[in-house]
C-alpha cells in the first residue's frame, strides 16, 4: 500500500479518557447563543486546549453561533492571580463577557508545591466555594463545570516535591489527587459538571512509559505544564464529556452499480464507475478536525505573549500546519488517545470494484493509493492531505488570530493601563477594547465562512488490474 505522507502508522488505542460528568444529554452541549469562557491558571492559559476545543466546533459546525474567551492567568489560585485579586478579576475578565458555560480548573498553585497541608487546603475548599458562589449570583443561570487539576508529573520521574522542607516521602501529585477528589464532591454537592483532565494524562504518560521511553518526558515537560500535544487529549476529554461526535461524514459509494449506498452528514451526486475509473461529487456538512500540533516539531510549550519583544510582528506566526513533517510526541499522544476515533471519523468506502489497486484524488489532488479490500472495509480521509483537511488548517488559523487578539487586548491594553488614574484615559481604554472586541467578532466571522461546505471532485482510478 501506498499512501500519503500524512497519513499515521498508528493503532487505535481507546484508553477511556472520556468521562461524560453530569451531561446527561447525548446531544452536543453547545447551542447556538453559547458563551464560553475558560478560566484558570497558567495550564490553561497557554491556549492550547482551549483553541483545540474552538477548531473542533468552528469544523464540525460551521453554523454554529457560539462564542470563547481565554480569562486564564499564571499563577491563579481560588484567591485571584497577580492581575487582581479573585474579585476584581472576576468582574473584570468574567461577568462582562456573560458568559453562560465557565470552566474552572484550579489547583496546581493552591497547594503550595508542598506535601499535603489541611490549612492550605481549608483556603483552597473555602476560595472554590467563593468562586462558585460568585458567578451564581452575578451570572444567573450560569452552567459551571469543574476540571480537576492536571498531574504533576510522578510518573515519569521520580516522585518529588518543589518545597518539602521537612522531607516528606513521596511526591506533589498525591496532592493534585487529593485536589481532584475535593472538586469531584464539590461538584456532586451544587450539582456540576465535573471533568477529570488528571486520569486521562496519568494514563496517557503511563502508556507512553510502556511504549516509547524516550518521549515519555515530552508529555508534561518540567512536570507542571502539559505540552501543546497532551493538551489535545485535554481538549478531547472536554469535547466528549460534552457529547462532541466523532463522525465527520460516513460515506459508501457501489461502485458496481454506480450509486450511494449510504450518505451521513454529506450530500454524494453525479456517481459514475466505468473503464477503470468511479467519480462522484461529495459535499460533506463538516470538516475533518485538525489536529493541531501533528505536523511541526516547532511547537513551544508557551505560545510567546504577543508584547514581548517581537522584532517583526506583534502576533505570534503559528508553526506550519501542513508540512509533511511528522510531530512523534503529536504522533504517540494520537496513538495512545484514540484521537482518531474519538473525534475524527471522515469515512469512505467503496465497494464493487474490480480493480486490486486504486488512487485517490479529490480536486485533482493525489491523496494515496489503496487497495480494493481497504476501499471496501473503509478509509478515514481525516488522517489524509485533502482539500478538506486544507480548508480545515485555514479555520484553526482564524481561530489563533481570535485569540491572540483577545490576549492582546487583556493584557497588553487593559490590565496595565487599568492601573492608571489620567483624565479621560479609562473612556480610551475602553473605546480601544470595544475596537478589539469587534475584530474578534470579525474573526469569528471569517472563521465561519471559512468552514462553510464545499462541493468536491473525487476520482478513482486503478492502477493494477
Not at 497557554?46 to 473542533?56: D, K, L, N, S
Not at 518540567?222 to 469535547?239: C, F, I, K, N
Not at 458496481?256 to 473503464?275: F, L, W
Amino acid at each position: 500500500m501506498k499512501v500519503s505522507k500524512w497519513c499515521l502508522a498508528v493503532g487505535l488505542l481507546a484508553l477511556g479518557f472520556a468521562r461524560p460528568g453530569l451531561a446527561a444529554s447525548r446531544h452536543f452541549v453547545l447551542q447556538n447563543g453559547e458563551r464560553v469562557l475558560f478560566y484558570g491558571d497558567s495550564i490553561t492559559e497557554q491556549r492550547y486546549y482551549g483553541v483545540a476545543v474552538e477548531t473542533y466546533v468552528r469544523t464540525r459546525y460551521p453554523n454554529l453561533d457560539v462564542k470563547f474567551r481565554n480569562s486564564a492567568v499564571g499563577g491563579a489560585t481560588v484567591r485571584g492571580n497577580w492581575t487582581a485579586p479573585v474579585d476584581l478579576s472576576l468582574s473584570r475578565d468574567v461577568f462582562p463577557f456573560k458568559p453562560n458555560i465557565v470552566t474552572i480548573m484550579l489547583g496546581m498553585n493552591d497547594g503550595s508545591y508542598r506535601p499535603f497541608d489541611p490549612a492550605i487546603f481549608n483556603t483552597y475548599k473555602m476560595g472554590y466555594e467563593h468562586l462558585i458562589q460568585s458567578l451564581q449570583e452575578h451570572l444567573p443561570g450560569v452552567k459551571i463545570v469543574l476540571i480537576e487539576p492536571t498531574p504533576w508529573d510522578d510518573i515519569t520521574l521520580e516522585p518529588s516535591y518543589p518545597r518539602n522542607p521537612e522531607n516528606a516521602p513521596g511526591g506533589y501529585d498525591s496532592v493534585m489527587r487529593r485536589y481532584s477528589q475535593f472538586v469531584r464532591e464539590l461538584g456532586a454537592e451544587h450539582h456540576l459538571q465535573v471533568v477529570d483532565f488528571h486520569t486521562p494524562l496519568v494514563k496517557l504518560m503511563e502508556e507512553a512509559k510502556k511504549t516509547d521511553p524516550a518521549l515519555m518526558h515530552k508529555i508534561i515537560p518540567g512536570r507542571v505544564h502539559p505540552g501543546a500535544s497532551a493538551e489535545l487529549v485535554m481538549a478531547q476529554t472536554l469535547l466528549k464529556a460534552w457529547n462532541a461526535p466523532a463522525m465527520v461524514s460516513d460515506v459508501q459509494i457501489n461502485a458496481g452499480a454506480s450509486s450511494v449506498k449510504q450518505s451521513e452528514n454529506a450530500r454524494v451526486t453525479d456517481v459514475h464507475a466505468g473503464k477503470g475509473k468511479v467519480s462522484w461529487t461529495e459535499t460533506d456538512k463538516a470538516l475533518p478536525y485538525p489536529i493541531m500540533t501533528l505536523h511541526s516539531t516547532k511547537w513551544p510549550q508557551f505560545p510567546p505573549d504577543p508584547f514581548e519583544g517581537y522584532k517583526m510582528e506583534i502576533f505570534w506566526k503559528m508553526p506550519p500546519l501542513s508540512s509533511a513533517e511528522i510531530n512523534p510526541v503529536a504522533a504517540l499522544v494520537t496513538k495512545l488517545s484514540g484521537m482518531y476515533e474519538a473525534l475524527d471519523n471522515e469515512m469512505l468506502r467503496v465497494s464493487g470494484l474490480e480493480a486490486n489497486e486504486y488512487a485517490l484524488k479529490i480536486d485533482g489532488k493525489p491523496v494515496g493509493t489503496f487497495r480494493r479490500q481497504q476501499l471496501a472495509s473503509g478509509i478515514n480521509l481525516a488522517r489524509y492531505d485533502t482539500p478538506m483537511m486544507e480548508q480545515a488548517y485555514n479555520v484553526m488559523t482564524l481561530v489563533w488570530h481570535r485569540v491572540d487578539v483577545r490576549f492582546y487586548e487583556w493584557r497588553a491594553i487593559q490590565v496595565p493601563l487599568g492601573r492608571l488614574d489620567a483624565p479621560g484615559l479609562q473612556d480610551g481604554v475602553a473605546n480601544m477594547l470595544a475596537t478589539l472586541d469587534r475584530v474578534q467578532d470579525g474573526l469569528v466571522a471569517q472563521a465561519r465562512s471559512a468552514a462553510q461546505p464545499q462541493a468536491h471532485h473525487y476520482e478513482l482510478t486503478a492502477v493494477t488490474q
